[in-house]
């Protein structure tokens, strides 16, 4: 499982504080529809019909107990108490308020997660075997290629 160095960890805080600006100034009116559409997708936040829905990257659909414990934590208190696992395995969330999702993406960060690339023209997670790194006929460990993709 993959775990994250001083830099991902700062490119994550980063990217938080840089989507709460981002998110205030949209709802303050200084950041339109249009110049808003791009920043969201980037965090993997879509604007549905009935509410916003955040996507959350699992990377190779892997989670730590900790990790697990937060997504349930967060789905308790920003949405209705669950979330939904893509066929890309990552988890949506399809009831959070627009104004909780940097608070939302705060406390993802905090459990080394976040939503960068689960949205828009980009890749998308990578996914791998749950035996990936430990499979006795394995040819070689996928982990490091999907980290390298990702």
Known sequence: MYRYDIHDQTLVDERVAQFRDQMERYQAGRLGEEEFRPLRLQNGLYIQKHAPMLRIAIPYGMLAGAQLRALADITRRYD????????????QLNWPALEDVP????????????????????????????????????VEDPRPWCELIR
């Open 103 to 138: 608070d939302i993406l705060a406390e993802l960060a905090k459990v080394q997660m976040h939503a960068i690339q689960t949205s828009g023209n980009c890749i998308r997670n990578t996914t791998s075997d749950q035996f990936a790194g430990i499979a006795n006929d394995e």
């Open 80 to 91: 209705r108490g669950y979330g939904h696992f893509t066929t890309r395995q990552n988890l």
